[in-house]
């Protein structure tokens, strides 16, 4: 047994005789390394949890006195009548962007419950791709659909799940500047009850550094990129007691995998 870096919590009692001489001590020692490190885990979470409602809050306030500024931006643009009107599109997108970051950090900080039902992923999925699928095309992008006929439905919210998989998607398009494969795969899993879907590409995957950092909120190698989009989906996915794994080879590309419990 090693002590290295384990934490004892000591206890010294004085051992007389009944004339009060000192025959020696008592020491009493425990090891606490463990309910320790899960006191400090549980102040971490209570920390993250107060900085999140605190994040949530001001987020909150922004949109109002956002909503007015584009307003008005739009007011200016019309008295503009057509001058100007790269530095009004510039401006419009830009506010629009801080609307859909502060919008992924609200449902980040404060995640409502899934409004469930019953939902074919299959026809989720074509539905996403559909939407992608001229993007894709001129990307070079070719899509690999792999559906086994046997999978059932989840129980799931529909909006969330499809906000989960537009995500891994429009990653693993963007992992793909100049065209590649993208897989997706929609299969029961190997444990019994519940589903898996595959999203992979031959793109320019992660290293292993980079990979423990993934679903860290702000964790961004993208110069466009918030950092938001897999923070979410790990939400995602826990509010449906599923799980989220990846595996990824750098210059081979990325496979995450859902597996979520069907219905
Ligand atoms: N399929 C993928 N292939 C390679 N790298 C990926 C892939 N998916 C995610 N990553 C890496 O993980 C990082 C975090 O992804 P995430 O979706 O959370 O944020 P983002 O895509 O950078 O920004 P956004 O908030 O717009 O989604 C990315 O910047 C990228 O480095
Ligand atoms: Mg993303």
Known sequence: ???RGAVLEVQAVPLRDNRGTMLGAICLARDVTQVRSMQEQVRRVEKLAAMGELAAGAAHEIRNPLTSIRGFIQLLQARAAGSHSDYFKIILSEIDRIDEIIRDLLLLARPSPPHRMETTLTILVEELLL???AEFERQGIAVVRDFNPNTATVDA???MLRQLLLNLLINAGQAMPYG???GIRIAPA???????IEVS???VGISPENLK???VPFFTTKEEGTGLGLALCYSIVQSHHGRIDVESQVGLG???RVTLPRR
């Open 131 to 133: 939407l992608h699928q």
């Open 254 to 256: 990325t496979t995450f």
């Open 190 to 196: 190997a444990e019994e009850g519940y589903v898996v």
């Open 157 to 159: 919210d529909v909006k």
């Open 213 to 215: 950092r993934l679903f």
């Open 201 to 203: 590409d031959t793109g």
């Open 1 to 3: 047994m090693t002590w």
């Open 180 to 182: 590649g494969n993208l």
